[in-house]
Every structure is written in structure tokens, then in C-alpha cells.
């Protein structure tokens, strides 16, 4: 079964607008992690963000925001004031456990921004 | 502080050679996990080390070998070769379980 499901392959989003990426995940573990990467063209991952699975808050950096639904399974991205910079793939990722750091993987989708 | 490195960035092998990728964790990072990513299959976990010892491993062949040193370096070995080890390998250093950061990983092509 997919541990991580990212239903949007590709999604185009108007500069300054905010854009939501869905990423769902399937774990019988209560103590869990989910993680956000930016993957843009040159190949690097760029964390994003962190959401724990005992967090009573939504994680937030910057114009990042992690909507944790811990109920549905749902952890979406929201990326507020979209910037031509923000063109590259995302993946979201969850790590199981109480140990070690091994992340499993959604397919990503691939964002575009549009001036 | 520098963030991780991997070296070589770039790497051309033929079929049946072995192959040794490094990695240069974050300065106090003892964690370092490797992953392979493919179009096909995309990221996916090879192993982790931890304080020199191996602590996860993902579902590869017993080709795929790493290992971690004293000053957290890691090294990661691809024995005999195979077109289909062609993939973009990526290094991450941890200081704990709720950051991972990426190195710029090195591309792997097998002829």
C-alpha cells in the first residue's frame, strides 16, 4: 500500500496567489513525522518543513504552512504569495517511528508559477 | 556552517564496475542516510548510519553496501554494476528526527 499519496502531478499557480499541494499518508505508527522538500531543476533537496505527529500546531515557516489533519491523514503544503522561484517539484515525505530518520516518499508534483 | 556535501558530482561507469560515492555530513550531525532516485521509481530509502553503525536499510540488493566513519563521513559502494543503478543519489545529514538536509547528490550513469 502507498505510504504517501500526492494526488496533483502537475499544478500551475498565478505569482502572488497561494497554491495547496495535497499529500495524504497511510501509517498505523502514532509517533510520526512528515516532511516537505522542494526539488527545483539542478536537483537539490530543499527542506521545507516538519510537521511531528503529537504537534498540536500547524508547522510554519516562512510562507510555508503545513495543514495537518491528523484525523483525515492529510498533511498539504500551502505555499502563501507564490513566487516565480517556487517553479520546482515538491515531495512530501513521512518518517515512522520513535527512531532512526529513514523517510518514505510521495511521487511529487511538479508546480509551476506563472507571471 | 557548510552544508552537505557529496562527492563526485558526476560519475560514468560501464556495466560490472563498482562504483564508491562519499558523503560529508553537517559538522555535528550523526545521522547520514542515503537515497536513489529514479524517474521510474522515484526516492527511495537505501540505508542510514548512525554513530558508525547501520540503523535502517531499504529493500536494495546486497550490492548496494555503505558504511560511516568516525567523523561521520559515509561512503556508499555499488558492486557489478547495472543500467538500472543509474540514478541521482542523495545524501542527507540529521542532527535529530525532524530535519533532514540534502546534499546536491551525485549522478550516476551506467553504460
Known amino acids: 500500500a502507498q505510504k504517501i499519496t500526492q494526488t496533483q502531478p502537475g499544478m500551475f499557480v498565478q505569482e502572488k496567489e497561494a497554491v495547496t499541494l495535497d499529500c495524504t499518508y497511510d501509517t498505523s505508527d502514532p509517533s510520526y513525522g512528515l516532511f516537505w522538500y522542494k526539488q527545483p531543476s539542478s536537483g537539490e533537496m530543499i527542506f521545507l518543513i516538519y510537521q511531528g505527529s503529537y504537534d498540536q500546531q500547524n508547522a510554519t515557516e516562512g510562507r510555508y504552512s503545513l495543514n495537518f489533519q491528523k484525523a483525515r491523514k492529510s498533511a498539504n503544503l500551502v505555499i502563501s504569495a507564490s513566487q516565480l522561484g517556487d517553479s520546482a517539484m515538491y515531495f512530501c515525505?513521512?518518517?515512522?517511528?520513535?527512531?532512526?530518520?529513514?523517510?518514505?516518499f510521495g511521487a511529487g508534483t511538479i508546480l509551476r508559477v506563472k507571471s | 556552517k557548510a552544508g552537505v556535501t557529496q562527492t563526485p558530482r558526476y560519475l560514468i561507469k560501464t556495466r560490472g564496475q563498482q562504483v564508491t560515492l562519499s558523503c560529508s555530513p553537517i559538522?555535528?550531525?550523526?545521522?547520514v542516510s542515503w537515497y536513489q532516485q529514479t524517474p521510474g521509481q522515484g526516492l527511495q530509502f537505501l540505508f542510514e548510519?548512525?554513530?558508525?553503525?547501520?540503523?535502517n536499510k531499504g529493500n536494495f540488493p546486497g550490492r548496494f553496501s555503505g558504511r560511516q566513519f568516525s567523523n561521520s563521513r559515509s561512503e556508499m559502494n555499488v558492486s557489478t554494476l547495472e543500467l538500472g543503478d543509474s540514478a541521482l543519489y542523495l545524501c542527507?545529514?540529521?542532527?535529530?528526527?525532524?530535519?533532514?538536509?540534502f546534499g546536491p547528490g551525485t549522478r550516476l550513469t551506467v553504460l
Open positions: 542527507a545529514s540529521s542532527p535529530g528526527q525532524d530535519t533532514q538536509y
Open positions: 515525505a513521512m518518517r515512522e517511528g520513535r527512531y532512526g530518520n529513514k523517510l518514505v
Open positions: 548510519y548512525f554513530s558508525e553503525t547501520q540503523r
Open positions: 559538522s555535528g550531525h550523526r545521522s
